[in-house]
Each structure stands twice: as C-alpha cells, then as structure tokens.
C-alpha cells in the first residue's frame, strides 16, 4: 500500500473507531518503516497498533509486545 494511501486509511479507520483497522494499518506501516531501515519509525507505528490492541483486548497485543521486545522497546508482558 503506498504511504498516502495508508495515510488515508489510517484516518478514515481513526474516524470510524475502528480498532481492527487501526491494529492492522498500523501494523503495515511498522513494517513498511522496518522494510525502509527506519526502527525509530517502526517502533512509533508498532506502540500505536499495541495500544489499540490492549484497549480492544485483541490477541494481536501479545505479538506486539514481542515484536517492541526485541527492539528494545517494551517490558515483556504476560497476557
């Protein structure tokens, strides 16, 4: 998905509350960033998709703590 389009959505699913999307985009633009060299970028995209997914009590939460883990990001949480 390119950057703009991405972008867009990421408003539209904000717009609309809708955790899944958001968990999602958020995910892809993580890993666009990564793919791109960015870590400090991937890093601010993957603690946006862990945090809609610990309000939403997604299962998505535990990868992605894993994923901030081993960045050097996060505390190992047990879910």
Known sequence: MERKDLEDALLEAH???DSAALIRLY???AE???AAGDIDRA???LTHAFVFALESG???ADPLNARLVAR???KR???
């Open 58 to 60: 997604s299962p998505e």
């Open 77 to 79: 949480l047990t879910f």
């Open 43 to 45: 890093c601010f995209y």
């Open 72 to 74: 050097g990001r996060a």
């Open 32 to 34: 666009q960033a990564e």
């Open 15 to 17: 717009a609309h509350h």
């Open 27 to 29: 995910g892809l633009a």
